[in-house]
């Protein structure tokens, strides 16, 4: 056997509803196993990070970032609240989910560099269920620090 037909084993931890996306999203996308559309849809995830990621830090970008996360969680909701505030978060929306879940979307236009940081910062709070990035624009033009 050569070594572009080694797998690695990789598992996680999920509500049962989860899973239950992930079966139903499987079967409904075409794909033969679990497996396969994990790995296509992680490696969606990293090619959006890598993006930002290889963006010099001083170049201009606006990204939106959504936040979801339990509104009862009150460490949570004021840490999470307290690094907006001390952000330059250009537009903020939030919608009620559920009777627990909140969904916040932010709108951040500044250097990489800096949305970078706010994001290893905003992984950093524990109770956060999910947050995902999107770039929508790049400007080539590097600013002055």
Same mark, same amino acid.
């Given at each position: %056997? !050569? &070594?572009?037909? #080694? *797998?690695?084993?990789?598992?996680?931890?999920?509500?049962?509803?989860?899973?239950?996306? =992930?079966?139903?999203?499987?079967?409904?996308?075409?794909?033969?196993? !679990?497996?396969? %559309? =994990?790995?296509?849809?992680?490696? /969606?995830? @990293?090619?959006?990070?890598?993006? +930002?990621?290889?963006?010099?830090?001083?170049?201009? !970008?606006?990204?939106?970032?959504?936040?979801?996360?339990?509104?009862?969680?009150?460490? !949570?909701?004021?840490? @999470?609240?307290? %690094?907006?505030? /001390?952000?330059?978060?250009?537009?903020?929306? /939030?919608? /009620?989910?559920?009777?627990?879940?909140? +969904?916040?979307?932010?709108? @951040?236009?500044?250097?990489?560099?800096? #949305?970078?940081? @706010?994001?290893?910062?905003? *992984? &950093?709070?524990?109770?956060? *269920?999910?947050?995902?990035?999107?770039?929508?624009? *790049?400007?080539?033009?590097? +600013?002055?620090?």
């Amino acid at each position: %056997m !050569t &070594s572009k037909n #080694i *797998r690695e084993t990789i598992t996680f931890s999920c509500e049962p509803g989860f899973k239950e996306i =992930i079966n139903n999203m499987t079967k409904e996308m075409g794909y033969t196993n !679990t497996s396969q %559309m =994990i790995r296509d849809a992680l490696q /969606h995830f @990293f090619e959006s990070e890598e993006s +930002l990621n290889k963006m010099p830090d001083d170049c201009k !970008t606006t990204v939106i970032i959504n936040v979801v996360y339990d509104h009862h969680d009150l460490k !949570t909701v004021k840490q @999470f609240t307290d %690094m907006q505030h /001390h952000s330059d978060i250009s537009f903020s929306f /939030h919608f /009620h989910m559920t009777e627990r879940e909140c +969904l916040e979307v932010l709108v @951040f236009s500044d250097k990489a560099g800096k #949305i970078q940081k @706010f994001l290893q910062k905003l *992984r &950093s709070i524990q109770g956060l *269920r999910y947050i995902s990035i999107k770039v929508v624009s *790049r400007n080539n033009v590097r +600013l002055s620090k």
